[in-house]
């Protein structure tokens, strides 16, 4: 027994270099392969973002140097007008919207879960909007869909019903862009859908036997299983809201009207920083927008642990 652990102890001590060096290869082998990802974190996002926060402590107009002003560009924006318009119209853009696409996704996903004849065409064509995606093209169409003499007025003149000036109309115009938002809702669907065949049928058939109607199933089993993937959607879809930029560009060509009614924070921040050449002023309102962003990702990790239920 002595002799058997003498000689195991060297052929150990042997083996533990060579252990090391292989240790060596593969950490340099992983940082070859992680290079490129490294290097596109620091030149095309870290880099700029540092870049940004250092000019929004700047008077900076793209042709003569930074001139450091401090906090003076984060005071100006809380006493501009437009920054208030585009905040306001913001936040009611996201508030509408965002359950308006969540509803609408978990409804028909929902629908589309049924075992039924077809149903691949059905997720097709509802898929097909998100592929289009908030494009240019589609911005321009939904102006002429929305225009005095559009097609949704068209459509309730045969109904006797006169048409609104939807986009000349402050009143309306916001909503025109809620709708297009509304329209893109085929990825979160799919992403519903997918949770959905996630949960186990013997779930429901439980609930079924303890007398479950269609409410208290959706309430006792869908919600809590699907928890997860409704804070997922519901995260990435409120952070997009936030981002909104073409569609406003488009329908108000760049004005963000009528009366700033479509002035969207993306947008302001454009008119701000390419139009008026006021770059430091727009990375200060960027950086805003960051801090808007980041703050509600934090309180919604937050209180997930009271609602979001995971397999455990």
């Known amino acids: 027994m002595t002799t058997i652990t003498r ?4 052929a150990a001590a042997a083996a533990l270099p060579r252990r090391r060096a292989k ?4 950490g340099r082998a992983a940082l070859v ?30 042709i003569s140097a930074p001139v450091w002003v401090g906090f003076s560009n984060f005071i100006a924006l809380f006493n501009d007008p437009n920054f208030l318009a585009s905040a306001g119209a913001t936040l009611i853009y996201v508030v509408v919207s965002v359950p308006l696409v969540l509803v609408l996704a978990l409804l028909l996903a929902s629908a589309l879960n049924a075992k039924l004849r077809g149903m691949v065409i059905y997720r097709t064509l509802f898929y097909i909007p998100t592929l289009l995606g908030a494009s240019v093209a589609i911005a321009v169409l939904w102006s002429e869909l929305f225009s005095t003499n559009g097609a949704v007025n068209n459509l309730l003149s045969i109904f006797h019903i006169t048409g609104l ?4 109309d402050p009143s309306t115009a916001l909503y025109t862009l809620v709708a297009l938002n509304v329209w893109t809702f085929g990825g979160t669907m799919v992403i519903f859908l997918a949770g959905l065949r996630q949960i186990p049928v ?4 439980a609930a079924e036997l303890d007398g479950a109607g269609r409410w208290r199933k959706f309430t006792s089993v869908t919600f809590p299983t699907l928890s997860p993937v409704i804070f997922f959607n519901g995260l990435m879809v409120t952070i997009a809201a936030f981002q909104s930029f073409t569609p406003a560009y488009v329908v108000s060509n760049g004005t963000g009207g009528p009366v700033n009614s479509t002035l969207l924070y993306s947008l302001y921040v454009y008119q701000v920083g390419f139009e008026q050449l006021r770059m430091g002023y727009a990375a ?24 979001v239920h995971y397999g455990d």
């Not at 013997?202 to 058939?205: D, G, R």
């Open 284 to 307: 200060a309102a960027a950086w805003v927008l960051v801090i808007i962003i980041g703050g509600l990702t934090a309180i919604a990790f937050s209180t997930s642990r009271f609602w």
């Open 33 to 62: 392969f992680l290079a490129p990802w490294l290097l596109g974190i620091l030149l095309v996002t870290a880099g700029p973002l540092l870049a940004s926060l250092y000019l929004s402590f700047t008077q900076y107009n793209l």
């Open 202 to 205: 013997s779930l429901y058939e």
């Open 165 to 168: 000036s939807w986009l000349g």
């Open 7 to 10: 000689t195991a102890r060297p």
């Open 23 to 26: 240790k060596r290869r593969d």
